[in-house]
């Protein structure tokens, strides 16, 4: 089996390299083009370009790993590791220029997520983590938070429109101490890293969306799941919180 840690300065140097595309966009003095794909959802040239370089630099140092991601689907080899690649995850707040999109990689091995990263190359905050390592914040280990009650926990959501549409998540959400919408990659940020409590997403998110938490999650201590309590990531929904404050909120949830 690998040593997982073998992984961390790869993913360093290129989710790195990756911020800078971002940031090159970001700062330009134009709008950021937008284009719709089939399914509705924005892409941009950033994207692409960010995808473009993490294929080419995966494969370089690992041909034989498959890779799937977002923009250019699925190169499949014949090692038991796949690649899952979102080049940015919150289009929509990088085309508004809000900081809190990011680049996520994800390792699977044998079909299981075994490693995650998120980096926000605004912040500059990258964080990587799994079940074996640990999960560490810029090279320091970090924690979900230890609160054991829904009303005194922070929670986030990505859409605060989930609160009409959803009335399980609105039950959630009335009985918790603060709600903010602080959405997509950057919600399960706040969460492994104790700065949040719990994030809930009822729906709508594709498997590239959601790879890298439960690594991420693990290593810091929580559990990510979907709104059932499972692994079913074909549902679209994510939820992550400490294990106390995760049975908690399944129970309300699906009671």
């Known amino acids: ?59 370089k140092r690992f041909p034989d790993y498959s890779i799937y991601g977002e923009e250019f689907g699925e190169t499949k080899k014949t090692s038991a590791y796949r690649w899952i690649l979102d080049p940015i995850d919150g289009t929509k707040s990088f085309v508004m220029r809000t900081p809190l999109f990011g680049t996520m990689i994800a390792l699977e091995r044998d079909g299981e997520l075994v490693l995650g990263s998120i980096y926000l190359p605004i912040q500059e905050q990258l964080l990587i983590g799994s079940a074996e390592t640990g999960t560490f914040l810029n090279g320091k280990p970090v924690s979900v938070g230890q609160v054991t009650t829904l009303s005194e926990a922070t929670v986030i959501l990505t859409e605060p429109r989930t609160l009409l549409q959803s009335e399980a998540v609105a039950t959630v ?83």
Do not use: W
């Open 173 to 255: 959400c009335n009985k918790a101490r603060l709600v903010r919408g602080h959405g997509d990659c950057y919600g399960y940020f706040l969460v492994a890293t104790g700065r949040a409590d719990v994030m809930i997403e009822p729906g709508a998110l594709a498997y590239y969306d959601v790879a890298p938490m439960p690594p991420i999650l693990r290593g810091a201590g929580g559990v990510f799941s979907t709104l059932k309590g499972d692994l079913d990531y074909a549902s679209g929904q994510g939820l992550a919180a400490n294990p106390v404050l995760h049975s908690e909120i399944i129970a309300l949830l699906n009671g």
């Open 1 to 59: 089996m690998d040593n997982l840690l073998h992984y961390f300065p790869v993913l360093e140097e290129l989710s790195r390299k990756a911020g800078a595309i971002a940031r090159r966009y970001y700062s330009a003095p134009v709008q950021i083009e937008v284009e719709r794909k089939a399914d509705d959802s924005p892409v941009t040239k950033a994207d692409r370009e960010i995808e473009t370089f993490l294929r080419d630099e995966l494969t």
